[in-house]
């Protein structure tokens, strides 16, 4: 009876974690062998900023920290490489003044692999505001700029697994996106699923690219006061589907059924 009811008892449904300072961004590591492993980016109104991963310990019931890192700015973006099947390295991708590529090692140890930079042939470098990685080719990530600017990075990761080379990256194409900043940008599974991507800026509109064909784009929405669009997302069941919101809105607008929703 005893045993019944030790077998019977619930798990917590409910985790917390407290971190040491206000949080800005966060992101689901995926891999099937790390669950509920978590990044977790710093808001500290200085240069110095932290980033930490924590992991849920089951037998004790709660998130502890398993590494922690030193990052320049608060992080505007995290995400872990969308990398199911371990055919790349365990990376960690970060966005803010650049877009900084990591790499955990077996014993949770973070080690820098690089940082790129579109514009080498200057001092300043324009915020990055947010960066996405391509699901159907871990290879590819594109960032969005207040400089107006998407740019798309082909990600060299040496793949084979246990290799010790370094990572590295060099721009495959970067556009003038928008009229004015650019907030966010987010690839799409249509098609092939790596070629197309959207981004969406403070002119208010909604922007479809193909890599393959930059020079042209089309405004597939266009907010109806013209109030900046901060983040967009795709449906991950259904790519015909994106959603978006705009500055101080309380509704978040599916743009192919044209609901909007409020939150």
Not at 181 to 198: C, H, L, N, P, Q
Not at 228 to 239: H, I, T
Request: net charge negative.
């Amino acid at each position: 009876m005893v045993g019944n009811n030790q077998s019977s008892v619930k798990r917590k449904e409910i985790y917390k974690y407290n971190a040491p300072w206000c949080i800005f961004s966060m992101n689901w590591s995926i891999r099937p062998d790390r669950p509920f492993r978590l990044a977790v980016g710093s808001f500290i109104e200085e240069y110095n900023n932290e980033v930490q991963i924590v992991c849920l310990d089951e037998d004790q019931g709660e998130f502890t920290v398993e590494s922690t890192f030193a990052h320049h700015y608060p992080t505007s973006k995290i995400m872990w490489i969308p990398d199911t099947g371990r055919q790349f390295p365990d990376l960690l991708a970060t966005s803010g003044d650049y877009l900084r590529v990591w790499r955990v090692h077996e014993d949770n140890k973070v080690k820098f692999e690089c940082r790129l930079n579109s514009n080498t042939n200057s001092d300043y470098c324009a915020p990055l505001t947010s960066f996405d990685w391509n699901e159907v080719d871990p290879n590819i990530l594109g960032t969005s700029s207040i400089d107006t600017t998407c740019t798309i990075w082909a990600l060299e990761t040496q793949q084979a697994i246990g290799h010790t080379g370094c990572v590295s990256g060099h721009v495959e194409s970067q556009l003038i996106a928008h009229d004015k900043e650019v907030y966010d940008i987010a690839f799409s599974r249509m098609g092939s699923g790596k070629d197309m991507f959207a981004s969406v800026g403070a002119d208010g509109s909604v922007r479809m690219f193909d890599i393959r064909n930059l020079k042209h784009s089309t405004i597939i929405y266009e907010d109806p006061g013209h109030a900046p669009l901060l983040r967009l997302a795709w449906n991950k069941q259904d790519a015909n589907y994106l959603a978006t919101f705009a500055t101080d809105s309380v509704e978040v607008s599916d743009l192919i059924c044209n609901r909007h929703f409020r939150i």
